[in-house]
């Protein structure tokens, strides 16, 4: 009898998927339904229609809202032709392999994240190259090997050395390399000694961003990290480092025009005559690279290496939702950025994303509207609605009031991308909702929240 009462309570049991709070009302009927389509990378769970993707453009609302589990190869076709890394729910580094998407909580949650290519022109990252020992300005003496195209200035006639300590893995996965500074100015100017990561050639009018870790044990004077032109000399971007664990990250800074040649990431003092600089630093994971923002940690072993782009198209069933004459979709996402960049985007248009200069959300292609009120790049925790069929399209940004428009999409739904399409929109991705029919403005509304 209990294994038969049990039976009847499992059987009276609804999935997670048939919650009510998936349903949303639709547009001229009234009428609520399901999704047909559900990919939470928050919670890792996923749904789609049982119906095969053949049948989904003729298929009745009603017919596509019986949904089944499904996996997230089940939904999506990912591939990158690299490794790449991300944070593991532990605040551990992790390598993901070629075509493995990553599932990172560098925000304290599970998130999808997805970015565009970048090269990390740091050469020795990883601190290939190292050998401990001692570094005297006089050059007398030298044993001690920094890590490959790393170099230590002491600047002017100051005298002093610096202690290749070692280089070790810490409990979250970084190489390491300890640093111990004693450094003295004995001319009559003050100097900056200062240790570089990199030295590498720049042009005027790109955009530079640098990120790195540093526990700063101890120090005399304030240390300053600066990405800057070379030369005549141009600091790009500045910061200090505070006692204790510093997660460093300088976005965008723009090289300069005035006849500089190379750009330089660095730590240093300013030293005045007669003080001696005496600090223990260790550093980890550093990076310079031609973008507008910081990316994900790309790990070199002595020469310049790229993490490739993330690709993650939409699978048949999901390809056939999005492509319905009326169709719905819910997107709740953080910190994304990119010019242009598509949340969802066909290979050359888009469906849903940034404008150029992402102040604003554009639903449509070439025929688009704006959804929400000005924006600015990366957007916080957010979520973003909108539905569409032959009468025009609709959209909200964080419940925003809705923006409607009586033309319908205009995007082309032969392919669909996650996170690009014409652009990229680099960030970090929570839930993707489809419906199939184009949900009520109330609806779009109300589903136009950050998820909780």
């Not at 007398?140 to 002017?156: E, H, Q, R």
């Not at 990561?197 to 240390?223: C, N, P, Q, R, T």
């Not at 070379?230 to 460093?248: E, H, V, W, Y």
Request: aromatic share 8%.
């Amino acid at each position: 009898m209990l294994g038969t009462g049990l039976d009847i309570m499992l059987a009276g049991q609804k999935a997670w998927w048939q919650a009510p709070a998936h349903a949303a009302i639709e547009e001229g009927t009234g009428i609520s339904r399901l999704p047909a389509s559900i990919a939470s990378f928050r919670l890792g769970r996923y749904a789609v229609t049982t119906r095969d993707a053949a049948s989904i453009a003729a298929a009745s609302a009603d017919a596509l809202t019986e949904m089944q589990a499904a996996v997230f190869q089940g939904l999506f076709s990912f591939t990158r032709s690299s490794n790449a890394t991300y944070i593991d729910a532990g605040g551990n580094l992790q390598i993901a392999a070629s075509d493995v998407p990553r599932f990172d909580h560098t925000n304290g949650k599970r998130q999808l994240l997805l970015e565009g290519a970048s090269t990390n022109v740091v050469l020795a990252s990883e601190m290939t190259g190292f050998t401990a020992g001692r570094r005297y300005h006089d050059g007398v003496g030298n044993v001690g090997v920094l890590p490959t195209g790393m170099s230590a200035a002491f600047g002017g006639a100051s005298t002093g050395y610096v202690d290749l300590v070692s280089v070790t893995t810490d409990s979250r996965g970084r190489k390491r390399l300890r640093l111990e500074f004693n450094v003295v100015n004995n001319t009559g100017s003050t100097q900056f000694p200062r240790f570089r990561f990199a030295d590498i050639a720049g042009a005027s009018g790109e955009l530079w961003s640098a990120s790195f870790f540093a526990a700063l044990v101890s120090s005399s004077h304030a240390i300053s990290v600066q990405v800057e032109a070379q030369t005549p000399t141009g600091i790009m971007l500045n910061a200090n480092l505070a006692t204790g664990d510093n997660t460093i990250a300088l976005h965008g800074g723009v090289f300069p025009a005035g006849g500089q040649n190379m750009v330089r990431l660095q730590l240093g003092v300013s030293l005045p005559t007669g003080q001696a600089w005496t600090a223990v630093i260790e550093v980890a994971c550093p990076q310079l690279e031609k973008s507008p923002r910081c990316t994900s940690y790309i790990p070199t072993t002595g020469t310049a290496a790229t993490r490739a782009a993330d690709n993650c198209q939409f699978g048949p069933k999901a390809l056939a939702l999005i492509g319905r004459m009326a169709a719905g979709i819910v997107l709740k996402g953080e910190a994304i950025w990119g010019s242009s960049g598509n949340f969802v985007g066909g290979a050359s248009s888009r469906i849903v994303g940034l404008n150029t200069a992402q102040t604003q959300i554009s639903l449509g292609n070439a025929s688009a509207i704006q959804v929400g009120p000005a924006l600015t790049a990366p957007l916080p925790a957010f979520g973003t609605a909108a539905g569409w069929d032959g009468a025009g399209k609709a959209g909200s940004y964080n419940g925003s009031v809705i923006a409607t428009s009586a033309t319908p999409h205009d995007a082309t739904f032969s392919s669909a991308f996650l996170g690009r399409g014409s652009g990229f929109a680099n960030g970090w991705y929570d839930e993707l909702v489809l419906y199939p029919f184009r949900p009520s403005s109330a609806s779009l509304v109300a589903k136009a929240v950050a998820f909780a």
